[in-house]
């Protein structure tokens, strides 16, 4: 009989803000008991729910379940900066730009895209959730001016549309004199996370996909021809188990000592009265990713996202473990409270209301794990830090897997070799730590 045991559950420090500020949620639905399904999705993010979606899109018959360990938009999906990105957007390299021909995987970004828009439409989310606004790349240092420029050619050779902002245009944006300019593309869609995978959730379950928060998959085995997903309170009996835990693959005992877990940290500030927000100036919706890829990133947003609240993201840990204290929490915080203040210094010393961490997952050679790991259970896993369109992109992928089917999706991801072995610990962390610390610094004003 086969088992996987899961040797450790999410453990996110900090509340995830987007969720905070959205109207209080129903009340979760907490898996007791032993049921049925054809399908259990085990992961309630952007790839899970994308999957459930993709899965009654190609078969309305059948019975879908989703377990998720938190509550819906408490776990990773509700703790990231909410940019869904449609161009070349490689983290590791230092303009985004990457090598080679991206045209395939901006294609594939932007069937991402249409997908969650076609889920907000059939769903009735709020359109502020998913909003088209397009983000730019800030520019405080000639450096980062020289990055958005190489980027710019690298666009321009692909085709692409794009705006090159001056320090003036930048300041009439943001309110900040930080930037000496900037680099606006139009394809991102700048996501109120939370309230986009809530509206999803709550369209499925419309259909008829059982949804279950609080309810972690500790265990899944063999039982004959079917698979067992255990939980705290209640079991499962399902035909095909769909794996879209990111990271947390590995705690399945798969690809061990080839996932890079990382942490990055974000704060947001309290609702900026009528006063804070005359200081600011500026528009009242904005997204800007650093030049620099271990810069900062900011975004502003209005009420019909949450309120006038600016979030600041920055800071990275690598934790092999999946394990955080709140000393990582308080230090990134401080870091980005002295950035917010160099940034907005008409309102500086403004403290912020909600800090926190959220955990992605990158493999050393930028590849996802999106294939039949055994009989019967599929993984739509490793978004390499881009969590809303790769994710979305996996989770489709995961389900066409499952189901026989064959598309642009699973043939991009199905032809990627497997995550590159990791150096061993101790000197996984404190290495990979050391460039972190390194890139930040180096990074300088971005």
């Known amino acids: 009989m ?89 983290l590791t390299s230092e303009d985004y730009a990457g090598a080679g021909d991206d045209r395939s995987l901006i294609a594939l970004n932007r069937q991402a895209i249409a997908f969650a828009g076609e889920a907000v439409a059939d769903y009735q989310i709020d359109a502020n959730y998913f909003d088209p606004a397009g983000k730019i790349n800030g520019a405080a240092s000639a450096k980062a001016e020289a990055h958005n420029r190489s980027y710019a050619e690298h666009l321009a050779s692909l085709g692409e549309d794009f ?6 245009q930048m300041k009439d944006l943001t309110g900040s004199a930080h930037y000496a300019a900037g680099l606006y593309t139009p394809g991102t869609v700048m996501l109120q996370p939370a309230g986009y995978i809530r509206g999803l959730a709550a369209g499925l379950r419309r259909q008829g996909v059982r949804s279950f928060e609080m309810s972690p998959a500790t265990a899944f085995s063999r039982q004959g021809a079917d698979w067992q997903v255990t939980t705290p309170k209640g079991r499962v009996s399902t035909g095909k188990i769909i794996l879209t835990v990111n990271g947390h693959l590995e705690s399945f005992g798969f690809e061990r000592d080839r996932l890079m877990q990382l942490f990055l940290f974000a704060v947001m500030t ?24 271990m810069g900062t990133t900011l975004r ?23 394990r955080l204290s709140g000393k990582h929490v308080a230090r990134a ?21 909600y800090k926190w961490a959220g955990h992605l997952c990158l493999s050393l050679n930028g590849v996802a794990v999106l294939r039949e790991l ?38 991009h991801f199905g032809a990627e070799t497997r995550p590159k072995k990791l150096p061993p610990q101790p000197f996984r962390e404190i290495g990979a730590n050391a460039v972190l610390r390194w890139k930040e610094w180096r990074a300088a004003e971005e």
């Not at 502003?300 to 999946?322: E, F, H, S, W, Y």
């Not at 915080?333 to 209301?353: C, H, I, N, S, Y």
């Not at 809303?388 to 995961?398: N, P, Q």
């Open 374 to 411: 055994e009989d019967g259970v599929y993984s739509g896993c490793v978004q390499n830090g881009l969590g809303t369109a790769r994710g979305t992109l996996t989770g489709i992928g995961a389900a066409e897997l499952a189901l026989g089917v064959t598309s642009d999706i699973t043939r």
């Open 163 to 168: 705006e090159l902002l001056d320090r003036a």
């Open 2 to 90: 086969t088992t996987r045991a899961a040797s450790s559950l999410p453990c996110l420090q900090g509340p995830a803000a987007w969720n905070r500020i959205l109207p209080e949620a129903p009340a979760v639905d907490v898996l007791c008991g032993d049921i049925r399904a054809d399908v259990t999705i085990i992961g309630a993010g952007f790839a899970g729910l994308s999957a459930a979606r993709r899965l009654k899109q190609i078969d309305s018959a059948l019975n879908v379940v989703v377990l998720d360990a938190m509550a819906i938009a408490d776990s990773s999906a509700g703790r990231n900066s909410g940019f869904m990105i449609d161009l070349p957007h490689e």
């Open 300 to 322: 502003r947003i209005d009420t019909g996202q949450g309120g006038n609240r600016i979030v600041t993201r920055t800071c990275a840990v690598l934790k092999p473990d999946m």
């Open 270 to 293: 309290p609702e900026l009265d009528a006063e804070a927000l005359g200081k600011l100036g500026g528009a009242p919706r904005w997204g800007i990713t650093p030049s620099d890829p």
């Open 333 to 353: 915080a401080a870091v980005m409270q002295r950035k917010f203040d160099r940034r907005f210094p008409q309102l500086a010393g403004l403290e912020m209301e």
